[in-house]
């Protein structure tokens, strides 16, 4: 049986905001962090007091449950882009960016009554930059071998991530101006990643590297007719056509290389 997905989907992707730093170093690898509390997430219920002070268990309505989570929820208009945005990031100071710009990345499996104070402390929001640039080439990998899934090593990912490709994700049909739609849901950055990435493929997408050296982004290209494309807008290609006839050299600044990640050969 084919694992092309004949009809259109619909992703709906969102995370919690949330706020990344520097952290020091691991040896020798830099890592970054995520600043999160209690407070920053939706419980089902919450602790307030009677008239006479004594405290009681509320259990939120579904609609202050409903408004509390938009409050802190952030949608991604586009996850496709998202995931181009990320397969893209070359450098540090650009991966916080995008942290930043998104919020939580996968949320730790931790207990209520064993979060502490400051959520940080139990050690499970601090990675290494390698984890990022690690998922980077398995995305990559998805992408040009048009394969739906991808096997993790071992010790490749942190735990929380590979149960995030283990898991997969749902969907549903729906029906929409009299089409029938697959509408996929999900939450956090990583598994809006790896849900859009394989609905991609599974819509039966060719992929490639964009060739402009600055640039580096993963586009989804038309084979039939159309002259080959080896960038991802006409952006890029005019910049390199610029480039040539002015003979212009850059220098590109990619921290990657230097842990071994950021080549993605196939289909450059």
Known sequence: ?????????????????????????????PCVELESYPNDFVYASELRQEVD???YHYDLTDEELEERHAAITRR????????????????IEDLLAFLNATGHFCDP???????????????????GVTD???????????????RPLVEVDQDALPLGWKEAFNAG????IKKSFGEYIAEVNTHETLPSLIAVAQLK?????????CKRADCGRLFEYETRGRRENHYCSHLCAHTVWQRKTRKTKITVRDERRQF???IYAKNR
């Open 1 to 29: 049986m084919s694992h092309i997905l004949g009809i259109r989907f619909q992703l709906n992707a969102s995370t919690i905001k949330g706020v990344w730093r520097l952290a020091g170093e691991e040896d020798g690898i």
């Open 132 to 146: 990022f640039w690690e998922l980077q080439e398995l995305l990559a990998q998805m992408l040009l071998s048009r």
């Open 201 to 209: 493929i599974m819509r039966g997408g060719r992929f490639r590297v």
């Open 76 to 91: 991604f208009e586009d996850p496709w882009a998202l995931l181009q945005d990320f397969t893209a990031l070359k450098t």
């Open 169 to 172: 994700f749902h969907f549903k």
């Open 53 to 55: 002070g004594f405290p």
């Open 109 to 127: 499996d931790v207990p209520i009554h064993e979060k502490p104070e400051w959520l940080f402390n139990a050690g499970d929001l601090r990675n």
């Open 260 to 262: 071994g990640y950021g």
